[in-house]
DNA sequence: GTAGGGTTAG
């Protein structure tokens, strides 16, 4: 039995008792379709905690819901533990949906079992908030978190910079987004997007589920250092250089040990740089990461290169971010490589 | 020694 289990890669599997290798392992190896149908026929796998919550996870993410209610619903029937990690794939899973009601009725349910939501849970409430357009009820969320690290931020961070669309197609190349621009996106496109979404957090707050949103841990560290809040970035709409300050804020932060600025953070802002025409500030930014220690990935890549080459900036300026991000370490997306840099190295 | 959850583009 234990080879034939080998035989469909479902290594380290084991068939109850010791220390397993369980779904997780199966995951790994893109089988947890024949882990589950193995459960269904009988054969006896290990069901541990771990085992029920990789189950759930992959539920989750095919959007099977109802399965991943069962899923919780048969740990608490055989009387396995369950801990943040099945509450919090769970809720995760509704958000994703959109459906906040219902991953709110999971948070209850959690906290009526005396379990603690930790700060996965709360990154992800906060990201499925804002991308609900409720940034009223994120901030909220932000504000009562007593941790918060770089994922806390990279959501709302993206979702407020997204709402200020000027689009001013033509006009992007050389043209920086002084103050002048800040008036006239104010009377046009905006207002009617951001009454909706005023609307929507006021729903919000008319209803609120009792035990949420809460404090995380009731831990009143005495040692906490307050007053250094950084700005919660909810309402920038748009304005990047007003973004590119909450950052060199959060960066200072960063320096005196709290972990708030992550690639993810930086890729964010430079989608944003340069989609408003800011080139020359994500360039800065780029340095900034660089000299910082953050090793720019394929999504920096991908992104730089290719609105750089997009607007025009000239060969010679795409060629040398190329290789100024290749000496720091990226591994270039291919495909970008050789649709937009390889074609301008041809030298005859 | 061991496993499981959250964030970015196209």
């Not at 006896?44 to 919550?53: H, I, P, R």
């Not at 709402?163 to 197609?169: I, Q």
Request: with cysteine.
């Amino acid at each position: 039995m234990k080879r034939m289990l080998q035989e469909k890669g479902l290594h380290g599997f084991r068939i109850i008792g010791k220390p397993i290798w369980g779904v997780g392992c199966c995951k790994r190896n893109g089988y947890v379709e024949e882990a589950v149908k193995f459960q269904r026929g009988g054969i006896k796998l290990a069901e541990d905690l771990v085992c029920y919550n990789t189950l759930m996870h992959h539920f989750v993410t095919e959007k099977k819901m109802a399965c991943g209610e069962q899923i919780l619903g048969r740990m608490l029937v055989r009387g396995l533990s369950v801990d943040a990690i099945t509450f919090g794939t769970l809720i995760d899973g509704y958000l994703k949906e959109g459906e906040v009601e219902k991953s709110m009725v999971v948070y209850d349910g959690m906290v009526k079992m005396k379990k603690m939501p930790n700060l996965v849970i709360y990154n992800s409430t906060v990201n499925g908030l804002s991308k609900k357009g409720m940034s009223g009820a994120a901030e909220g969320m932000v504000n009562a978190m007593e941790r918060k690290d770089a994922v806390t931020y990279n959501t709302p961070l993206n979702e407020s910079l997204k709402t200020g669309d000027l689009s001013s197609p033509g006009t992007g190349t050389g043209t920086r987004n002084g103050d002048g621009n800040g008036d006239g996106k104010r009377q046009t496109d905006t207002s009617p997007f951001q009454e909706k979404r005023s609307r929507d957090v006021s729903g919000f707050r008319l209803n609120p589920s009792p035990a949420f949103p809460r404090r995380p841990r009731p831990l009143g560290e005495p040692g906490t250092r307050d007053g250094t809040q950084v700005a919660y970035p909810c309402n920038l709409a748009g304005d990047v250089e007003e973004a590119a300050r909450v950052l060199s804020e959060m960066q200072k932060q960063q320096e005196e040990g709290e972990e708030l600025v992550s690639l993810v953070t930086y890729n964010i802002m430079f989608n944003h740089l340069c989609k408003f025409g800011c080139y020359e500030k994500a360039k800065e930014v780029l340095k900034s990461m660089v000299e910082r220690g953050v090793v720019p990935d394929s999504i920096t890549y991908g992104t730089l290169i290719t609105s750089f080459s997009k607007n025009n900036r000239g060969g010679e300026e795409v060629v040398e971010l190329h290789d100024y991000m290749v000496l720091n370490g990226v591994r270039p997306h291919e495909q970008i490589y050789k649709s937009l840099v390889s074609p301008l190295l041809k030298d005859p």
